[in-house]
């Protein structure tokens, strides 16, 4: 009896503890904090392979950690792209907001006063950061003013442990101090013998920037850490060599291991959520070389208008002594054949170029109409125009600024209304307020600037028989494009008087297609060839397609891909965000832009017309799951994501008054290009130096397939198959981490314990 | 000194004189009728019963195509300890069979400041001499201490002697350490060609990445005090490098053809893909030049290094007309090797830059420490030269022109008159006086690869004998401190390599060698994982770490030096705690105890168990 009670009791304490213990293992603290690894430019499929595939050497995956922590141990997120542009800046911007992009290129010029917005050059940063003048990286200046926080402000400030990157808070000199010793370390020098070659400093600042995290791992009270690598991207730029490119990605598999062993070594390592992610992906194909098409050079030249051209780098920087300026941010290539703007390159560039995307290029282009007021008040200058024609020029500038006058006179109003509103003075020692004070000072006077010439127009009054007495710098602003051209601007776009001069018709009147030359860019562009083309797999068609936004239809966005006259696609969005496309002529068949009718990977349930659907509305989600496996993944997305009002993204901070906030969307609004040029296949438009491994920018699926894996706190092993793309990531992390998070952009992930 | 310097200034015009007797018309022909990569391939054959001769042969390569059997071009030793285990192996020797040492007349005309010419043919005796290894991947730290000897007795004693002699030793001394690179380069560029495998018969990756490592790093001056575990990495990095040299220039030069309006075209020499570009000019009054006078293109003619042909006239009735040939190997920018149109254009500019550095260094005496100012400046010139297009660095160009007389000598697809033209324009390019024909050397390697195939049957021959100096040397070296193997070097260095410490002769050598090759294999595998200081069971079977464990464990107990079991014990130690892996652990801790306790038997078995228990969870 006694020996019966004495087992029930044993039975029952064996059974406590096993309930405890199983308890205790299904228990899953839930994630608090998050360890990021931001690769730059890494592809999912490169990567998949690699895991996938066994070194003889070692019996285990190519790249073993990756493979133990997410492939067998974590959520990998087989089908994830980049939304919009396959671009770092804008790319990067997706993910550390989980909001719709308000930056749409690596670098973007404001059209009226031609302030350049450099986001991938960190030297000025450090440089103004040293200097007390800059506190953020320009792509987080963005953010902030557009009231879009970044993943890490969900933390205090104390909380976090940020690496260098792009979207950047601030600078910790103790690592690049620490970096700078190790560089001159007699160990460092010891290595150099031993190697046979000096350690970079990229690659010292990333072992002190690791030695940062490993401590910040330790710190309990440290809850967002990230370490950003562009190690892969250089390598996928400079190479397409599959060794060389699996041999970078081991150094990352490597640092993915020491991170994860640090993780666990911590008290917080069952909350913590490890995640790998990449902006998206790159067109690297073993034995390709991609090929360069020079932008620039076309636009200099007189096919292609005669501009002068702004880029945000030297062309060729490499063979100048002006390549190695660190602050450099706007270079002028001058045209040798200008058509009516000779010796006038520094003041009056036309055209403005974001290259720095390699498969595509953003293109601002002088507006139209100030192109015409430029060349008509040169001619009412000379002494020698005849008195019809100096007649019939003064009528057409006045007729030119009575059409302009009513939206340039409420751009008048609204912005001297913005302009003139108070700033609030910034709390001492501020660092980050002062120096936003200090732009907006700048920003004023520059806007008032442009706004004084245009007030100077509408006051103007041609002369119809005497030469122009007033500077015509007083009245077309100097590095400045104006207001965006229209999709019919572009397709007759004015670049110089005709080579006959002006004339007039016989009712007195100037003929405008006979006294100027115009320039069709999107067929232009399209029907470049190159007479250099070696490799098989490159076409010699260099461009793929235009794409540019058409006037607004009702409640309908409208935008049209360009392939050529017969090819061209539109793709409409309405009012509930439904995309719907049609081919602008004729009716649907093969070798329309983006190629999705004729694409066998396109998903359609069996029996659908492919026709009828692709001309149907569709929701996004329904997009991206029926064509996120054709060549051009998510383009249709993509191009709305990326040409949509990029004004209906800012939603400026809380509490701002709706005069400001309208500014705010006013000055996004002025970076956006007139059009968009996409790269064929294995071309790039990177004139800077030569990028003959991979390039990205476009959307095929190559450059827009990234990577998104996750592990730890309690994240079950797991491959998740439906498509997703960036404006999901941050929206889920914070859901994990139990934050709030925008509804509708998290994916439902359900932790071990649930 | 007038005298002289007379002599000299005659030396100097008639090189210039002979570079521009080159000039000819354009070549009217096609490039390549055919391209067709040579196929390179390893033939193994035993050296004595512990050695094993690996020979690369090419297939298709030039002279081999008329007759069978294949071109030997460069040969390897693999000191196998007679058995099949690849961890005790190592790459002893490499010799570069169409390597031909310089006669006394070449060596005396290299001596010679101002001759930049090659006389004859060199040697066509081929003896015992000539299977002299090229190179001895078991000391590199020797040709370093040599080096490093000879530049401070020519800082110190010949340079500041009379000028006579500061020139000569100069002129010397530059020439020899050229004609080195060359070979060093060719060497490197046939073992870029061949196959590798974990078969017998063939070079592993590693090794292969690891010779050609050491012939990279013996061109730099401390290049061979890097260790054998950098060493492989830095072959598989140069590897890489070189691709992205290449692909880079490519893309320059096929992007520059188009901005200027030429015709650019790849061109396969020698087995080789992707290492040469031809630009022609096309046909036509304005060829492919359409509205490009818009754009400034002075850059693009500085970097391609030649005239703006469209700005001769002389160029009707010609469909094609070939510019130039460049190599896309150089780093940063593709490099002119062959101008058509001005022939003496790349002799020149050698020309130029070897004068001014024999006037400056041999002549004047300029010197680096008290004249660094000139050097300094000499440096930013260069830097803003390059910067603005030209290819300024000396060594890398020498290694192009030595990879393209290779190519130009294996190939069999071009042309042969157009071979024979620009073979004529690369020998051109040559300014050593102890160089010799390519093709020449070629013809002779056949011969040298049989002497050493001979030598490598005999047992008791030059080679055996070599061998086991190399191998005893390897047993004095074991358990040394750095300090110890550096002054056994010096003294090799200062006795001019007569005096090396070696092992005595003894029955047991081979199989002690045996135990510390697996040994040292073992230690720097496991290293290797301790190093990345994550568990290393990830990143390696277990069995494999395992197995690494238990041979060392076996192997410990013969081994006497402190240095290197404390090392096998922090090696241990580290493993044991960064694992997770139970039985990994266990046979850690196992082999620590065996190690701690060295009495072996029952003892060691239960204090192993002990501390196994101790382990179990």
């Known amino acids: ?600 990977r396109l998903d359609l349930p069996a029996g659908t017309d492919r026709a009828g659907w692709l001309s149907a509305w569709h929701n996004e989600r329904e997009w991206l799951e029926a064509t996120h496996r054709c060549r051009y993944s998510d383009g249709v997305i993509g191009i709305v994501e990326d040409l949509s009002p990029v004004e209906n993204n800012v939603p400026g901070r809380p509490g701002i008054a709706p005069v400001a906030l309208r500014y705010e969307k006013r000055r996004r609004a002025l970076v956006q290009a007139d059009f968009h040029v996409f790269a064929a296949d294995h071309w790039n438009f990177n004139v800077r130096f030569p990028n003959p491994g991979g390039n990205h920018g476009s959307f095929l699926r190559i450059s827009t397939h990234s990577v998104w894996m996750m592990a730890g706190a309690g994240l079950p092993a797991r491959r998740i198959v439906e498509p997703y793309d960036s404006l999901n990531f941050a929206p889920t992390l914070l859901h994990l981490l139990g934050r709030p998070a925008p509804a509708g952009r998290v994916v439902s992930l359900s932790l071990n314990s649930q | 000194m007038h005298a002289l310097a007379r002599i000299l200034g005659v030396l100097v015009v008639c090189s210039m004189g002979m570079a521009a007797e080159l000039d000819a018309p354009w070549p009217q022909t096609p490039i390549v009728h055919e391209n067709r990569p040579p196929a390179y391939y390893w033939k193994a054959e035993p050296a004595g019963k512990s050695a094993q001769l690996l020979t690369l042969f090419c297939g298709s390569c030039g002279a081999a195509s008329d007759t069978p059997g294949g071109l030997p071009l460069l040969a390897v030793l693999r000191d196998t300890l007679g058995d099949e285990n690849g961890g005790n192996d190592r790459v002893t020797y490499v010799w570069l069979l169409s390597y031909s040492r310089p006669t006394l007349g070449q060596r005396l005309l290299s001596a010679v400041p101002f001759f930049y010419w090659h006389v004859g043919q060199g040697s066509s005796n081929v003896g015992k001499r000539d299977i002299k290894p090229f190179f001895n991947l078991r000391a590199p730290r020797h040709p370093v201490l040599t080096q490093v000897g000879r530049d401070i007795l020519q800082y110190t004693t010949l340079d500041p002697m009379m000028m006579p002699v500061r020139a000569t030793s100069r002129a010397y001394r530059t020439n020899q350490l050229n004609h080195e690179r060359l070979h060093l380069e060719e060497a490197i560029s046939y073992l870029r060609q061949a196959p590798s495998s974990n078969a017998r018969s063939e070079l592993s990756s590693v090794e292969v990445n690891t010779v050609i490592a050491r012939l990279e790093l013996r061109k730099k001056l401390l290049g061979g005090l890097v260790s054998e575990r950098h060493a492989t990495k830095f072959g598989e990095e140069s590897g890489f490098e070189q691709e992205r040299n290449r692909s880079r220039n490519w893309e320059l030069l096929r992007n520059s053809a188009e901005r200027t309006g030429l015709v650019f075209e790849p061109v396969a020499l020698g087995g080789t893909t992707d290492q040469y570009a031809v630009l022609w000019l096309s046909a036509g009054p304005t060829g492919g030049q359409t509205e490009r006078s818009s754009v400034d293109l002075s850059s693009t003619w500085k970097l391609l290094g030649i005239k703006d042909p469209w700005r001769e006239a002389n160029r009707t009735g010609q469909d094609r007309i070939p510019l130039a040939i460049y190599s896309l190997n150089y780093p940063n920018q593709p490099l002119l090797l062959v101008d058509f149109r001005d022939k003496s254009r790349t002799r020149r500019h050698e020309l130029t830059q070897r004068t001014i550095n024999e006037v400056t260094s041999g002549i004047i005496g300029i010197s680096h420490f008290a004249n660094w100012y000139y050097y300094v400046a000499a440096d930013l010139y260069d830097f803003v030269a390059s910067r603005h297009g030209r290819a300024m660095n000396q060594a890398e160009r020498l290694d192009c022109y030595s990879q393209f007389r290779v190519s130009l000598a294996l190939d069999r697809d071009l042309d042969p008159q157009l071979r024979k033209e620009l073979q004529q324009r690369v020998s051109s390019l040559s300014l050593n006086p102890l160089e010799t024909a390519t093709a020449h050397e070629l013809e002779s390697s056949r011969r040298r690869y049989s002497l050493l195939e001979a030598e490598a049957q005999r047992p008791d021959g030059w080679l055996a004998q070599r061998l086991d100096n190399e191998r005893r040397a390897e047993l004095a070296s074991i358990g040394r401190t750095g300090k110890s193997k550096f002054f056994a070097g010096a003294l090799h260095a200062a006795s001019l390599g007569f005096y090396t410490r070696r092992a005595p002769r003894a029955e047991g050598n081979l199989a002690k060698l045996d135990s510390y090759r697996r040994m040292e294999y073992d230690l720097n595998f496991l290293e290797g994982l301790v190093n990345a200081g994550t568990p290393p069971e990830i990143v390696y079977q277990p069995a494999r770490i395992q197995a690494a464990v238990t041979e060392l464990t076996s192997l410990l107990p013969g081994v006497s030096s402190g240095p290197t079991r404390a090392r096998a014990q922090r090696t241990l130690y580290s493993l044991r705690d960064l694992s997770q892996d139970v039985s990994l652990r266990a046979d850690c801790s196992f082999a620590l105890a065996s190690m701690e306790r060295p009495f072996g038997g029952t003892h060691v078995a239960a204090a192993a168990a002990e501390i196994v228990s101790e382990d179990r969870p």
């Open chain 1, 1 to 600: 009896m006694k020996k019966g009670r004495w087992g029930r009791l044993v039975t029952c304490s064996r059974l406590a503890i096993g309930l405890f213990l199983a308890f205790e293992t299904t228990l899953i603290a839930a994630p608090r904090r998050i360890v990021l690894l931001e690769v730059d430019g890494l592809n999912q499929d490169l990567l998949e392979s690699a895991m996938k595939r066994i070194d003889p050497a070692t019996g285990k995956s190519q790249l073993p950690w990756l493979s133990h922590i997410f492939g067998e141990n974590g959520t990998v997120f087989e089908n994830f792209y980049t939304r919009g542009i396959s671009l770092s800046a804008p790319s990067w911007a997706l993910l550390v907001t989980g909001e719709h992009s308000v930056i749409r290129g690596n670098v973007e010029y404001d059209r009226y006063t031609g302030q350049v917005y450099d986001y991938l050059n960190f030297f000025p940063f450090y440089l103004g950061y040293a200097r007390q003048k800059r506190v953020d990286m320009p792509g987080v200046e963005v953010l902030d003013r557009a009231g879009i926080p970044l993943l890490m402000d969900r933390f205090p400030p104390a909380e976090t442990l940020q690496s260098f990157q792009l979207f950047q808070r601030g600078v910790r000199w103790g690592t690049l101090k620490d970096a700078l010793a190790r560089r001159f370390s007699a160990e460092s020098i010891v290595s150099m013998v031993e190697s046979g070659d000096a350690p970079s400093y990229d690659s010292v600042l990333a072992k002190a920037t690791e030695a940062d995290l490993e401590r910040g791992l330790e710190n309990p009270e440290i809850f967002y850490l990230d370490f950003f690598t562009g190690d892969l991207d250089h390598e996928a730029h400079a190479t397409s060599d599959p060794q060389a490119l699996v041999s970078v990605l081991r150094g990352v598999d490597a640092l993915a291991g020491r991170l994860w062993h640090a993780i666990q070594q911590s008290s917080l390592s069952r909350e913590t959520l490890f995640v790998m992610v990449s902006d998206h992906g790159m067109n690297n194909t073993p034995g390709v070389i991609s090929q360069t098409f020079s932008l620039p050079d076309l636009l200099n030249s007189p096919p292609g208008g005669s501009h002068h051209v702004v880029t945000n780098r030297h062309q060729m920087s490499d063979f100048k002594l002006k390549g190695l300026d660190p602050m450099v941010r706007r270079v002028i290539s001058p045209s040798a054949t200008s058509f009516y703007l000779a010796d006038q390159a520094s003041r009056y560039p036309t055209a403005w170029l974001d290259i720095d995307g390699n498969e595509r290029a953003a293109v601002h282009l002088r507006n139209n109409d100030l192109n015409k007021l430029h060349i008509l008040l040169l001619a009412l200058q000379r002494a020698d125009l005849d008195a019809r024609t100096r007649r019939a020029a003064a009528v057409a500038v006045r007729e030119i600024i009575e059409r302009h006058r009513a939206a340039w006179s409420t751009t008048i109003s609204d912005m001297t209304a913005e302009l003139d509103l108070p700033s609030k003075p910034p709390a001492a020692g501020d660092l980050r307020q002062r120096q936003e004070l200090s732009d907006r000072e700048a920003e004023r006077s520059a806007y008032h600037g442009y706004l004084a010439h245009l007030e100077a127009l509408l006051r103007f009054q041609p002369d119809e028989q005497h030469p122009l007495k007033e500077k015509i710098a007083s009245l077309i602003p100097e590095m400045s494009l104006g207001d965006n051209n229209s999709a019919a601007d572009l397709e007759h776009y004015v670049v110089g008087p005709a080579a006959a001069g002006l004339a007039v018709d016989a009712a007195g009147r100037l003929d405008e297609e006979r006294s100027f030359r115009f320039v069709d860019y999107p067929a232009l562009l399209v029907k470049q060839r190159v007479r250099n083309v070696p490799q098989r797999a490159l076409d010699s068609r260099p461009v793929d397609f235009v794409a540019m936004r058409l006037p607004d239809q009702a409640e309908e966005h409208v935008y049209e891909l360009y392939g050529d006259a017969d090819r061209r696609l539109l793709i409409r969005t309405d009012a509930a965000n439904r995309i719907a496309l049609a081919p602008a002529r004729g009716g649907w068949r093969s070798g329309l832009p983006l190629h999705l009718f004729e694409d066998p």
